[in-house]
């Protein structure tokens, strides 16, 4: 990842950009009455697929990524939409420990998960 993604910290303001740069947020598109979801084409292929494989294998290791990829399969998105998903949580939370300069704590993690669930409930 860190091949595609780059070692200059000041390149990238948002983890939105890596997300774009790496296909893994989703593109709207509407025509007339028609709006659908598609995922990004013009993105770097081997970060995508990277972060892709890292997403699925993470539903091994994380509880919180096994519960959100379940949760994304029950809403009714495929197994390739909901890895995809996860994979732009992944980007922000390796962006925060990328600029962050910090290992990743699961810790941490979760308690700035449960933050956020109270402020956007």
């Given amino acids: 990842m860190l091949a595609e993604w780059g070692d200059n910290r000041q ?3 948002m983890p939105s950009c890596i997300a774009a740069l790496a296909g893994t947020s989703p593109v709207p598109f509407e025509s007339g009455n028609y709006a659908t979801v598609h995922h990004r084409f ?3 292929k081997p970060l995508r697929n990277a972060l892709h494989q890292f997403a699925w294998q993470s539903t091994n ?3 919180w990524v096994k519960t959100y990829y379940e949760r994304k399969r029950r809403e ?3 197994r390739s939409m909901a ?3 996860l994979a732009n949580v992944w980007v922000r939370v390796i962006f925060a420990m990328w600029h962050k300069r910090e290992a990743y704590q699961c810790d941490t993690f979760e308690t ?3 933050q956020h ?3 956007v409930a």
Avoid: H
């Fill in 11 to 13: 390149r990238y303001a």
């Fill in 42 to 44: 013009a993105c770097v």
């Fill in 61 to 63: 290791q994380e509880p």
């Fill in 76 to 78: 009714g998105k495929s």
């Fill in 83 to 85: 890895v995809q998903a």
């Fill in 112 to 114: 700035a998960q449960r």
């Fill in 117 to 119: 669930a109270r402020r």
